[in-house]
Every structure is written in structure tokens, then in C-alpha cells.
């Protein structure tokens, strides 16, 4: 028995060779000399149990039955080349390394398997790797005590939430990645130059379809705790990793690797045109907007696929609502972040010009009474904005939908004061001034403490310098809250969001909106109703039912006069926010007296808020008449 075991354990002479791998394992013998070069095995013990399949990776794999452990055990897998072709192989922050065998993958420096079974299964697409110990970030969204691990010689990761900068240097390029805790990594974005470090690629969240090269390899930059640095004590990842000892792997038959080499050039070629069409519409995209000063990199950009998990695939009992821009649907992200994702529809009125609007502006607004953009998505060519979440949704639900629950003065006049504070935000506080043109109910967003916030800034505009007003040939906006300046001669201003604050005012008071139905019943509009009763003395009357009259009466009265100086016809009486502030903490009769009000609505109310289109009524001082609008 002896001499049988070394008679399987010895190499013959020449290019013949048999075998004998350890355990309960098929003699091997491999021939190749002038007249034929074959590859066989022979079951030495009948009891043995094998099997072959084609696994998660896409890879050929023998397995092995082990009765004592009770489970299959791997002897070998093919092809042996060409193995890291396949996209997201080893998941997220894992590395693959064709010349190991036979596991592929092992985690990036400072990251461990999420799920350390699958992991040792061969499965490591299923949940990847995550970090050993969690980033350290301010609440501003900086740190100082992150670094970089540098892993050398690898393809880089998936580009396709990527960002380029070709204006940084790689030191410049570091330093922008620590100011934003979404970077996970960055990398020389030119390997051509002359040093090799001009521009800038940075990743934000997962590294996807990363693998070791032993030519043409770039170096990637991973960001890491201050703890993990510090384990590393500087030792690169290739001399750090301790890959564990493989076994021998085989080629099996020719038909067998015909049929799959063909797959993976097939899907390789795919995936790196798939690729390198996603980066050149992001960057084309990032390019156009670098003219109007936008940092793309303060504002995340998210892959569709996270998206679509967090949604459930958009599924319809997700979704919250529909707006002129498209749907809006709630989502969960992996780290349990609840979010509201807008997503711009094939058909929208709105289209690219309202999104970069959008992007450029809130990425650069700060403040309570201001929705947060969380994130944007242009992969696939979608245009989707992700929110924060706000649980009570919009202000119009509670005021126009009866059957929710009413809600008292204190958290009316709460809501007022807080939308006071976030108009005057973006027209004096802000880096910009900014103009809204599209302030109404159903973009006031209000969180759990029924805090509002702002939102929809597809339509803002910025004004430059000096200017107090633009004039535009385009008139965008929602009937009832538009100024008659801008419906009729396209002007605007700031005072054209103090027009639509005083409507908004008025309804936060009445319950009702402001919008009529008849030129022969100008009292059904909410502006010439409250003008009426205001110069009868019943301003009161205005006061929503459901509160049952507990109101604070000096401050609903004040409120009334404060939204009634608000829609005065002429844009001059109108007060700035900066008064309006001073005015709603004022004494009533320390106010100016109201001029009449201007309104515009249209002939045939629409059943929903809408966009401006032609035919709009304009009545001033008894005055009607039809216009054509722009």
C-alpha cells in the first residue's frame, strides 16, 4: 500500500506527470509528448461523489463530496485566465487577482467580508466587503483624521460614479476628497503625462470592479479610519495580504472553454462600452455645468442601481405623488436613510435646464427651511434629484384635504414664520440671490416636528449684481401664486415671491385656495375675498373653520394685513422680506394700511397646479379683462 501511494505521488520523466492532490481526491495524469497531449482522472475510490457546475462567478468548478465535514470542498475551477473579466466579481471593495488560485478575491486594505460564509463559499458578489472600522466625519461633512492606503498596480474601479477633474493635481485631488466624507477613493485621472499626475478622478460610496494587473496598473488611493492607517504601519497590500495556498487548476475541455471565453470577451467588450458611455455623458454633463460655478463634488451623485433598490424597482406603492417634473417616490437606502427621490419623466413639460438649475442652486444653499438635496443621478441618461424624506409631506395636504386631520394656529403660524425665514434666506442671506418663481403649497415640505421647508428650485433664478428684476419671454409658474407683473409682462423680482408668500399666507389662514373659477365671481378668488372682507372689517370671517375660532386674534389679524401688503398690485408697495420678518413680530397698528390687490387666475380652473399656459384673466381696481399670456 505504501509503494502504491508513492507510485501516485511521483513525477514521471518528460512531460508525462501523475498526481495525487491530498485527501480523497481522483488520480490525475497528464500527457504530452508527439503523439497526443491528454488530461485524465481516475476515481480511485468508488465512493467518491463529484460534481461540475458553472457558479455565481461564471466560472467552471469540480467539487468534492466530504462525508465527515458534510459538505462539497472545491478541487478545481477553469478557465485560469481571463478570470477577473467578469463586472463586480469580487463586490464591492474587493480585488481580484487572477494570478491566485484558486480564490480570487480578497478585500481591499482596512475592509473584511461582509458575510464571511458566502465569502468562503466563492460567493463574494454576495455583499462584498465592508469597513474594518467606520470613517470619522464632522458634521459639516469634513474630517482630519481619515487617510489613504495607496494599492498599486490595479485596474481602477467602475467609473460610473465617478467624478473627473482635470484641473487638480493628485495633491489637490486628496485634499478635495477629505473635505466630503461620499469620497472613498481618488486616483491621477491622466496616466499619459509626463509625471502622471495631472487630474483628478474621485469615487464616491462603493469601489466596484477593481483587479490586480501586472502591467499598465495605476495606483488607487482608498480612504481608510485613522485606526486602520495606523494597523497598516505603511506595507502596501500586495506584501500584506497572506493569500492562502491553492490548489492546481486545470483547463477542462476545449468546447467547454470555447463556449465561456467567448462569454466573457463578449461581456467584457460590452461593459467597457457601457462604461465609457456612462463616464462620457457624466463628464459632458459635469463639463457644461463648470461654467456656471457649479461643484458637483459637495453634491453626491448616485448609480441607478442603488436607486432602483431603494425604491423597489419604483414600484407604484412607493410612490408619493406627481408633480410638472414627474414622480416623486420614497426609498431606503442600504444605511437605513429614508429619502424621496424625484425622478424626471419622459414627457415632462419641465426637462434638462430645471435640473441643472436645481443642482446648481441647492447644492450651494444651506439652511433649516430649506429642503436638503441628498444626491442626483444622471446614469442611463435618468435625471433623478434624492431628498431627505419628509414625513408629513407637502403643506397643500394638510390645508386642502379634509379628510386629514386639522391643524391649530400655533403650528399655522409656526409654518408662516418659517417660510418667512427661508425666503429671506435666498433673496438677502444666501450666497446668491436668489428668486423661487414657483413658491406655493405644494412645495412647502414639512418634517416630523411639522417644521416647513422649501422646495423645487427648478424654476429659481439668480439675480447677478445689481439687477432687481428680469424679464423673460418664457413666463413658468402656478396659477394663483404668480404676480401680475410676471403673468402678463414676463417681469420679475423679488417682489414676485413676496406676491406669492402673501397668497400663501392667505391660505395658511383660510383653509382654501387661491383660485377662482368665474371672471363674473371674482369673490372665489381667496385675494378679492380677504381684500373684501378686510375693508368691511370681517377679516375674521377668513379664519378657517376647523380651528374653531382659538386662534390668537391680534396675530391672525396681523398676518392677514402682513399678506395682504404682500400681493398689492403694484410691485413697488410690496414689502421686502427683510420687512416682512419685522412686520409678522410687529404691532398691528404700527403697519401700513394695504393697497387693492392684484390677481391673476384663468377662465376654466385646471384640476390640479399647473404651468402657465395661454389664456389668463388679470383683474385690478373692478377692472377685467382677457389677455393672451407668453
Known amino acids: 500500500m505504501g509503494r502504491f501511494h508513492q507510485a501516485m505521488a511521483q513525477r514521471t ?23 497526443e497531449a491528454t488530461y485524465s482522472q481516475v476515481v480511485t475510490d468508488e465512493s467518491i461523489v463529484s460534481r461540475v457546475v458553472v457558479n455565481q462567478s461564471g466560472l467552471i468548478q469540480h467539487s468534492l463530496w466530504s462525508r465527515e465535514a458534510g459538505q462539497w470542498n472545491i478541487s478545481w475551477y477553469a478557465p485560469t485566465s481571463g478570470k477577473c473579466d467578469a463586472v463586480g466579481l469580487c463586490g464591492a471593495y474587493g480585488v481580484c487577482n487572477a494570478d491566485d488560485s484558486p480564490a480570487l478575491c480578497q478585500c481591499l486594505p482596512g475592509f473584511v467580508p461582509s458575510n464571511q460564509r458566502k465569502w468562503d463559499s466563492w460567493n463574494w458578489a454576495a455583499g462584498g466587503c465592508v469597513r474594518r472600522t467606520n470613517l470619522t466625519c464632522t ?68 469601489l466596484l470592479d477593481i483587479s490586480k494587473v501586472s502591467s499598465s496598473g495605476q495606483d488607487l488611493h482608498v480612504r481608510l479610519s485613522a485606526a486602520d492607517l495606523a494597523s497598516r504601519n505603511g506595507r502596501s497590500i500586495w506584501s500584506r495580504i497572506s493569500w492562502p495556498l491553492a490548489l492546481t487548476a486545470m483547463y477542462v475541455g476545449g468546447v467547454s472553454f470555447t463556449i465561456y471565453l467567448t462569454c466573457v470577451i463578449r461581456r467584457y467588450w460590452s461593459g467597457r462600452k457601457r462604461r465609457r458611455r456612462e463616464l462620457q455623458y457624466a463628464n459632458s454633463f459635469r463639463n457644461e455645468q463648470s461654467d456656471e460655478g457649479a461643484n458637483y463634488f459637495d453634491l453626491p451623485i448616485m448609480d441607478f442601481a442603488t436607486i432602483e433598490a431603494a425604491t423597489e424597482n419604483f414600484s407604484s406603492t412607493n410612490k408619493l405623488g406627481q408633480g410638472g417634473y414627474g414622480p416623486v417616490y420614497k426609498g431606503i437606502l442600504g444605511d437605513s436613510r429614508e429619502i424621496a427621490v424625484k425622478r424626471l419623466a419622459k414627457t415632462s413639460l419641465q426637462g434638462s435646464e430645471e435640473f441643472k438649475n436645481e443642482v446648481i442652486l441647492i447644492a450651494k444653499l444651506q439652511n433649516r427651511n430649506l429642503v436638503q438635496l441628498l444626491g442626483c443621478c444622471i446614469e442611463r441618461k435618468e435625471r433623478m434629484l434624492i431628498y431627505e424624506y419628509m414625513v408629513n409631506k407637502s403643506l397643500d395636504s394638510f390645508l386642502f384635504e379634509k379628510q386629514i386631520s386639522p391643524f391649530d394656529w400655533q403650528t399655522r403660524y409656526r409654518i408662516i414664520l418659517g417660510i418667512t425665514r427661508g425666503l429671506l434666506y435666498l433673496h438677502h442671506d444666501s450666497r446668491l440671490r436668489i428668486i423661487h418663481r414657483d413658491l406655493k403649497a405644494s412645495n412647502i415640505l414639512l418634517d416630523k416636528d411639522m417644521n416647513p421647508k422649501i422646495s423645487d428650485f427648478g424654476m429659481a433664478r439668480i439675480l447677478a449684481g445689481d439687477e432687481t428684476n428680469i424679464n423673460t419671454k418664457k413666463v413658468v409658474g402656478t396659477y394663483g401664486y404668480m404676480s401680475p407683473e410676471y403673468a402678463l409682462d414676463g417681469i420679475f423680482s423679488l417682489k414676485s415671491d413676496v406676491y406669492s408668500f402673501g397668497v400663501l399666507v392667505l391660505e395658511i389662514i383660510s383653509g ?23 375693508i368691511e372689517r370681517k377679516a375674521l370671517e377668513l379664519v378657517d373653520e376647523s380651528m374653531n375660532y382659538t386662534v390668537a386674534v391680534n396675530e391672525v389679524l396681523n398676518c392677514i394685513k402682513v399678506g395682504l401688503l404682500c400681493v398689492q ?16 413680530g410687529s404691532d398691528i397698528a404700527t403697519l401700513p394700511e394695504p393697497k387693492q390687490p392684484g390677481f391673476v387666475t384663468r377662465l376654466s380652473p385646471p384640476e390640479v397646479d399647473e404651468p402657465v399656459d395661454k389664456h389668463i384673466l388679470y383683474v385690478s381696481n373692478n377692472l377685467t379683462s382677457s389677455l393672451t399670456g407668453r
Open 569 to 584: 398690485e403694484c410691485p413697488e408697495d410690496r414689502p421686502l422680506m427683510s420687512s416682512v420678518i419685522l412686520m409678522l
Open 512 to 534: 382654501k385656495k387661491n383660485r377662482g373659477s368665474s371672471p363674473f365671481s371674482p369673490q372665489l378668488n381667496l385675494v378679492s375675498h380677504a381684500w373684501s372682507l378686510w
Open 13 to 35: 520523466v518528460g512531460r508525462d506527470r501523475t498526481e495525487r492532490p491530498a485527501g480523497p481526491r481522483p488520480l490525475v495524469r497528464f500527457v504530452n509528448d508527439d503523439r
Open 139 to 206: 458634521s459639516n461633512g469634513t474630517t482630519t483624521e481619515d487617510g489613504f492606503a495607496t494599492v498599486g498596480s490595479v485596474k481602477l474601479p467602475m467609473s460610473s460614479n465617478a467624478v473627473v477633474d482635470m484641473s487638480l493635481s493628485l495633491e489637490e485631488c486628496e485634499a478635495k476628497c477629505l473635505e466630503n466624507c461620499s469620497c472613498t477613493a481618488y486616483a491621477s485621472a491622466n496616466i499619459s503625462s509626463v509625471d502622471g499626475k495631472k487630474g483628478c478622478v474621485m469615487w464616491a460610496d462603493e
